[in-house]
């Protein structure tokens, strides 16, 4: 079936060579710089007025990326890394922001935090977010628990949701076939019914067959496939009752059921579901001087596990509640002031008593804007949790813009995790006198557009050091005790040579060192970002062939990484093996007609078949294809 795809997508794109036609790049067409970003600050601004960069992907760039997962889509991006994206489909995907761990990356939607307090580090699974009712992805780099709390150490994804369009109806689907008899199915409807009262609704279904998760070493050809069912559906509605005011209401919920394998090397007819369920509301006034915000979500995850040893369980619910208010000082200064509550439980079995923690955090920022160029935020947070006590963050990142095209930046700011509900209450090595996991973040870099802004070069170093790491320790169970000490350097580009080609690329370079303690005190220090690239390069193309057509080509190179092999001949003995460097090549085309309205696409990844390790011991997909169709009326 690859071969026959191949062949169809080659015939494709020489037909569409064959009909390209050269036009010059106009003014229109230079990247923007007046695109609204707001997670930031938590205040709409310009990316020329924020004293953060913020990497934006929107919905065009979500759809040229056929049928891919979230994860698969944010590890194309600069100072990410998803580990597993090319593994088996029904594989948890670990995001690296900036080298560190997932645990340190904050995940959003709408603005509104998502935990699963039963999840490893309370860490969200990538698996339970879909493509299909997302606008856009706000990605701001660094620590950022001064706006946003726990767990905003390495950086914050916020995932913003289509809304109601100003038609009475419109509608939206999408439906691919491919490799590994992967199927996906979405479709969605959104409009407003008078000026009042708009409204989205999404759904979405995909299954695969998949492959074997755990590499087979004797090539036996008996290790069985572990594939994916899923659903998810997400919906919104907006009112407004009077006029600046408006209320919305929404809900998402997914279902996820999978296989998974024993281990490294080990294949197992192991099987899991996911659940999810999040509902709440959001709450916006929109004075001349003043806006209110007020948001409340609700997620409850469930995750079920039946192996060989027997069924496992695990529940977490999570309450987060944010209301804030932005007061215009003068033309120049906000200041922004908020309130943000979070509960953590989990139910324990065969107990009548939940595990359960509360976070309480009074926070301010002071915005300085433009003034002969300079910019600067000043915040402050106060964290008051029910188990550890007190602690607060602070975050200063001034800019200046040296001309309309050239932006300085830099940031000095704190961050904190909170101890999980596991770490302090578990079944095993639990310590409710746990202190928080603290950080200090140091990055400066420069934006610049050039040739008339439609060329974009963003550089950014960072140094990132964590303290009272939490780990596990035998018999004390968890403690406070290492360091981490990360830094790195990134550059990227994007550059519209004309309105038929756009050239993007990134450079980046991260280092980490852990500093533990034997038992007589002294340092040991050792490199340990497992799994992460010390060297990663990516490059994209986009080529719009005609008015209808498009080629999009994506890459990466990646340097070879450590992992850790636990080997079962060794009892279970940490062993460090090395991942050999690789280079994988993607494309993407898509066909479009009835006046857009409908598009036709194709996609190839591994596009040369690279044979690499993501994970040791488990296995990566070779040359893989899809096809499909994506329309909207």
Not at 264 to 286: A, E, R, W
Not at 511 to 535: C, K, M, V, W, Y
Not at 557 to 583: A, I
Request: with cysteine; aromatic share 12%.
């Amino acid at each position: 079936m690859s071969k026959i795809y191949l062949t169809l997508l080659g015939a494709f794109l020489c037909a569409s060579l064959a009909n390209a036609q050269t036009t010059e790049l106009t003014a229109s067409d230079s990247l923007r710089l007046d695109q609204i970003v707001i997670t930031a600050s938590k205040i709409p601004l310009t990316q020329r007025e924020t004293t953060k960069p913020v990497l934006v992907i929107n919905r065009q760039e979500i759809e040229q990326n056929g049928s891919r997962n979230l994860g698969q889509l944010l590890n194309q991006q600069s100072g990410i890394r998803v580990n597993d994206s090319f593994g088996s489909p029904a594989n948890p995907q670990i995001l690296y922001m900036q080298g560190a761990s997932a645990q340190y990356t904050l995940i959003l939607i709408d603005g509104l935090a998502v935990n699963d307090p039963s999840g490893e580090g309370g860490t969200f699974d990538l698996r339970l977010l879909p493509l299909n009712n997302i606008e856009r992805i706000e990605i701001l780099k660094g620590s950022h628990s001064t706006l946003y709390g726990t767990d905003a150490i390495a950086g914050v994804i916020n995932i913003i949701t289509k809304e109601g369009s100003e038609s009475a109806f419109a509608g939206n689907g999408q439906i691919s076939y491919g490799s590994f008899y992967t199927f996906q199915g979405s479709a969605g409807i959104n409009g407003s019914l008078n000026k009042r009262i708009g409204y989205a609704f999404n759904y979405k279904q995909e299954s695969s067959d998949g492959f074997s998760a755990a590499a087979d070493p004797g090539s036996t050809g008996t290790f069985g496939d572990d594939g994916l069912n899923s659903s998810s559906f997400y919906g919104k509605i907006e009112l407004e009752p009077i006029n600046d005011f408006t209320i919305s209401p929404f809900l998402n919920f997914n279902e996820f059921d999978g296989g998974y394998d024993g281990g490294s090397f080990q294949d197992s007819d192991n099987t899991f579901s996911l659940y999810m369920i999040n509902p709440g509301v959001q709450l916006k006034f929109s004075g001349k001087n003043l806006n209110l915000n007020g948001g409340y979500n609700y997620t409850r995850t469930e995750r079920s596990f039946v192996s060989q040893f027997g069924d496992d369980g695990f529940e977490g619910r999570f309450h987060n509640a944010d209301l804030y208010g932005d007061y215009k000082l003068s033309k120049n200064l906000n200041l922004l002031a908020g309130l943000n509550y979070q509960e953590y439980l989990m139910p324990e079995s065969g107990s009548t008593s939940d595990l359960n923690a509360q976070i309480t955090s009074p926070y301010a920022t002071l915005l300085l804007k433009n003034v002969n160029g300079l910019s600067a935020e000043l915040g402050l947070r106060y964290n008051n949790h029910s188990e550890y006590g007190t602690n607060s963050t602070y975050s200063f990142s001034p800019s200046y813009n040296v001309t309309e095209s050239v932006k300085l930046f830099g940031s000095v700011t704190t961050g904190f995790k909170a101890p999980t509900l596991s770490e302090l209450f578990g079944p095993f090595g639990a310590n409710p006198d746990l202190n928080p996991q603290t950080s200090r973040y140091l990055n400066f870099g420069v934006e610049t557009y050039l040739l008339q802004q439609s060329l974009k070069i963003d550089l950014m170093y960072y140094i990132r050091e964590i303290d009272n790491l939490i780990v596990f320790t035998f018999p004390e169970g968890f403690i406070n005790r290492d360091r981490q000490n990360d830094n790195g350097f990134e550059i990227s580009g994007n550059w519209l040579i004309s309105n038929i080609l756009r050239l993007g690329a990134y450079y980046n370079y991260v280092t980490g060192e852990l500093t533990t303690f034997d038992a007589s005190g002294n340092e040991i220090q050792r490199d340990n970002l497992i799994r992460r690239p010390r060297h990663s390069v990516g490059v994209n193309t986009g080529i719009n062939i005609s008015d209808n057509i498009l080629v999009r080509i994506d890459g990466e190179y990646n340097s070879d990484r450590t992992d850790l092999f636990f080997n079962p001949e060794n009892n279970f003995t940490s062993e460090e093996v090395t991942l050999d460097s690789y280079t994988l090549v993607n494309i993407y085309a898509e066909y479009k007609l009835l006046n857009n309205q409908l598009a036709l696409f194709t996609e190839v990844r591994n596009l040369f078949d690279a044979d690499f390790t993501e994970i040791y011991g488990f296995n990566t997909a070779g040359i893989s294809v899809k096809g499909g169709l994506r329309f909207n009326f």
